[in-house]
């Protein structure tokens, strides 16, 4: 998932409602982590929200064009990786105390006193470091334990450092012709998980996030370089709805078809949509709020699902109960991810983007 720097993009257009598209992305991950601790995905109101990330990597796809393609081959590679480690990783590191935190007070319980001190060193560098260490079983062997989403930017990471060797030098006819060919993958892999593009996230389905983010990454690049870009008067609320629409698609026997033809054709079209819809003055407020919360709240919010996990499995609330408190936090994970950005994440990366300038 990587945000729009928009220190990098200040020449040029910002593109708004891409950013308000993010956020709303992200609140469909959180929602999504809560209900499926609840309910199998037949039964789960948002059962595709999971979808969200493979629209995370196409955007990304097209960001990371958008802002270095005209520059990257004049810039040292190594500015290229200090840029990107100083918009990503504050998060990452901080995303990894806060699980390790509350992997180790988790008031409603937990399994900390099963581990040992060295494992859990282990898994706390692994985690800081985006090396995937999938052990934990009593957290179904994800990739990051400490904190989940880890898996999604690590693939990230993979598909930073492939654009800075060569993916940035490929001509439009080659990164044509390797996008098909990762497509290929994305429909191996829904064929191959019996019909579902899940996984990524744990050590069984490793591979399944390497495709994901082949797939979703060139094809957002491709949408740059091919100046697809539809002018349209759908707006950020027209868009979000068409957005929604995707998460909210029942999960069902169709799901090999269904899956597929969202991440191979109608997040594209969202992004190309997106690119080319005017923004009402009066959303863009909201649009730049929201993309500037996706990150934090992506990277902050799975330490409560733990808590949240245990805490159902020990005391069965109602549905009543449940509809309170996941609207409740959600409300307070936002809030939590707000005071991150303000308190940490813009700070540490002003301090870091200043040291490097003085260098």
């Known amino acids: 998932?990587?945000?729009?720097?928009?220190?990098?993009?200040?020449?040029?257009?910002?593109?708004?409602?891409?950013?308000?598209l993010r956020g709303i992305a992200a609140l469909a991950i959180v929602v999504f982590h809560f209900m499926e601790i609840v309910?199998?995905?037949?039964?789960?109101?948002?059962?595709?929200g999971f979808l969200a990330v493979d629209f995370f990597f196409c955007l990304s796809g097209f960001v990371i064009a958008y802002a270095y393609?005209?520059?990257?081959?004049?810039?040292?590679?190594?500015?290229?990786?200090?840029?990107?480690?100083?918009?990503?990783h504050p998060l990452v590191i901080f995303g990894s105390v806060l699980g390790l935190l509350a992997f180790l007070f988790?008031?409603?319980?937990?399994?900390?006193?099963?581990?040992?001190?060295?494992?859990?060193?282990?898994?706390?560098?692994?985690?800081?470091?985006?090396?995937?260490?999938?052990?934990?079983a009593d957290r179904y062997f994800n990739l990051f334990g400490l904190n989940a989403p880890g898996w999604s930017l690590f693939w990230e990471y993979v598909a930073n450092i492939l654009y800075a060797?060569?993916?940035?030098?490929?001509?439009?006819?080659?990164?044509?012709?390797?996008t098909v060919f990762a497509a290929l993958g994305i429909c191996f892999v829904s064929n191959r998980a019996g019909g579902s593009l899940m996984g990524g996230w744990s050590g069984e389905t490793f591979w399944d996030g390497c495709a994901r983010i082949s797939y979703s990454?060139?094809?957002?690049?491709?949408?740059?370089?091919?100046?697809w870009?539809?002018?349209?008067?759908?707006?950020?609320?027209?868009?979000?709805?068409?957005?929604?629409?995707?998460?909210?698609?029942?999960?069902?026997?169709?799901?090999?078809?269904?899956?597929?033809?969202?991440?191979?054709?109608?997040?594209?079209?969202?992004?190309?949509?997106?690119?080319?819809?005017?923004?009402?003055?009066?959303?863009?407020?909201?649009?730049?709020?929201?993309?500037?919360?996706?990150?934090?709240?992506?990277?902050?919010?799975?330490?409560?699902m733990w808590m949240f996990a245990n805490y159902y499995t020990k005391y069965k609330p109602e549905t009543s109960q449940l509809v309170f408190i996941i609207i409740l936090g959600t409300i307070v994970l936002l809030g939590f991810a707000y005071l991150t950005m303000v308190f940490f994440d813009i700070p540490v990366r002003k301090y870091l983007t200043d040291r490097r300038k003085k260098v």
């Open 1 to 20: 998932m990587t945000p729009i720097n928009t220190e990098t993009l200040k020449p040029k257009q910002h593109f708004e409602i891409l950013d308000g």
């Open 229 to 304: 870009i539809i002018k349209s008067k759908l707006g950020f609320i027209g868009l979000s709805v068409l957005l929604l629409l995707v998460f909210v698609m029942p999960f069902s026997g169709w799901n090999w078809l269904t899956e597929p033809i969202v991440v191979l054709l109608y997040f594209p079209l969202l992004i190309v949509l997106g690119a080319g819809a005017s923004l009402a003055p009066g959303f863009r407020k909201l649009c730049v709020f929201f993309g500037k919360i996706s990150y934090p709240l992506y990277m902050t919010h799975y330490a409560v």
């Open 69 to 88: 393609h005209d520059r990257i081959g004049k810039m040292k590679i190594t500015d290229f990786f200090k840029l990107r480690l100083i918009r990503l």
């Open 165 to 178: 060797l060569f993916l940035y030098k490929l001509s439009r006819r080659s990164l044509f012709l390797l």
């Open 106 to 136: 988790d008031p409603f319980g937990g399994h900390s006193e099963s581990y040992e001190t060295g494992k859990l060193i282990l898994l706390f560098v692994a985690s800081l470091l985006l090396i995937p260490f999938p052990v934990m």
């Open 217 to 227: 990454f060139l094809a957002g690049m491709l949408i740059y370089r091919s100046n």
């Open 39 to 48: 309910y199998p995905p037949n039964e789960n109101f948002i059962a595709h």
